[in-house]
């Protein structure tokens, strides 16, 4: 996010949501999306209650925001969630949970004293992944609809992640 961004961050419509505080950069969508998340982080707290705590715990705030690349991104300096905008807008509750839940063990780490640095970034990214595919899995069994594409997207991210064992030295 450049500066400007951040300003402009600064003057979108917030709101608490769950005790976190949420701004949507786009106001004409701003309603709606806050009533996605809401949703989101209702399904957490409703399917998940202790990796809701854990979530209200680590992060401060959501930032919906125009972005290129990743779907969201988590930033240690400011304990906030930047979801993309066009994720935000084009899905719905389940899957904005499921980014909030992959950025939210971003956040529990930082926390925890372990930066996603370089070197660890395949593990870190490979967590993200299982945990988002253990609540896919809850999503599944509470009813949740067309999450198999998901849970086969995520396995292969969580699988493409994870560093190849180290073979055993012959002697």
Request: proline share 6%; net charge positive.
């Amino acid at each position: 996010m450049t500066v400007s961004e951040g300003f402009e961050a600064l003057a979108s419509p917030r709101r608490s949501l769950h005790g976190l505080s949420v701004s949507i950069h786009n106001a004409s969508e701003a309603e709606s999306l806050f009533r996605k998340i809401d949703g989101a982080l209702a399904l957490i707290d409703r399917l998940d209650p202790r990796r809701y705590q854990r979530l209200r715990h680590d992060l401060r705030r959501i930032s919906v925001v125009p972005a290129k690349g990743d779907w969201a991104v988590y930033s240690p300096f400011t304990k906030a969630c930047y979801l993309k905008e066009a994720v935000a807008v084009g899905d719905d509750a389940p899957v904005i949970a499921l980014v909030l839940v992959h950025e939210a063990v971003h956040a529990r780490l930082a926390r925890a004293g372990l930066p996603s640095w370089p070197d660890r970034r395949q593990r870190t990214e490979a967590l993200c992944y299982r945990e988002e595919m253990a609540f896919a899995r809850l999503l599944e069994r509470a009813g949740a609809k067309g999450l198999e594409p998901w849970l086969r997207y995520l396995d292969a991210k969580a699988r493409d992640c994870t560093p190849a064992p180290i073979a055993a030295a012959s002697g």
